[in-house]
């Protein structure tokens, strides 16, 4: 069966800290790859999507950058963060067509300081 | 360009009462899916439930059902029988057939009243 593993749970970082957070399937090959973020209460801003390994599509240009080295690996960072890049990060990943849908992680929830 | 809309923050419902949830789409794929997810307090993602855009039936999963219009680009969710643990926040997301880009709304949070 496929599972999603997304880490860490919970960060807390200073402001100008880099940043790291990382999300790998298991039991699938080639699946598309998101992030999003949701602020408090509020709906999930699509960051970045990948349909393969190197390829990567921003939604929304800001102080972050993904990246996909693995197939089934996909990773958030930043080299400095900011304040306004507190909330609740979330992975997911879908695969082709047909029945599909999109499998989420956990998610994680950052706090800069 | 690829946006879904929901017009409603919030929403209230008494429990065994039915209650719908209004969502419309743009996209420019002409083969996509459209889902509706809940997320509870733990903010774990669950799918409700999926309509594939190239089938004319609306889908129904036991108490929820959707009202497709494509032509409108409307997806409403329609929740019979509501339960107290239907309490949640709702999104409705579009994902492109060839972009398998997956887009959501802002979403709507039902309350369900005892």
């Known amino acids: 069966s496929q599972t999603i593993h997304q880490w860490p749970a919970t960060l807390v970082q200073p402001v100008g800290s880099p940043l790291s957070l990382e999300c790998t399937v298991e039991?699938?090959?080639?699946?598309?790859l998101y992030w999003y973020r949701q602020a408090a209460g509020r709906g999930l801003q699509l960051l970045f999507y990948s349909v393969g390994i190197g390829q990567i599509s921003s939604e929304v240009p800001q102080n972050l950058s993904a990246s996909r080295p693995q197939d089934r690996q996909f990773i958030l960072s930043s080299k400095k963060l900011l304040l306004s890049d507190s909330g609740f990060y979330l992975c997911?990943?879908?695969?082709?067509?047909?029945?599909?849908?999109?499998?989420f992680g956990q998610g994680t929830r950052l706090t800069v300081v | 360009a690829q946006t879904v809309t929901q017009s409603q923050p919030e929403m209230s419902v008494q429990e065994a009462e039915t209650v719908t949830l209004s969502c419309t789409y743009d996209t420019s794929e002409s083969d996509y899916y459209l889902f509706w997810y809940k997320q509870p307090p733990s903010r774990q993602m669950i799918l409700v439930i999926r309509?594939?855009?190239?089938?004319?039936q609306n889908a129904t999963e036991n108490r929820f059902s959707v009202n497709f219009q494509k032509a409108a680009k409307s997806f409403s969710l329609k929740i019979s029988d509501s339960q107290l643990g239907d309490a949640a926040m709702y999104f409705c997301?579009?994902?492109?057939?060839?972009?398998?880009?997956?887009?959501f709304g802002k979403g709507t949070l039902l309350t369900v009243n005892p």
């Open positions: 039991g699938t090959s080639n699946p598309n």
């Open positions: 997911a990943w879908s695969v082709g067509a047909g029945d599909t849908e999109a499998f």
């Open positions: 309509q594939e855009a190239y089938k004319q």
């Open positions: 997301a579009s994902l492109g057939g060839s972009n398998y880009k997956l887009t």
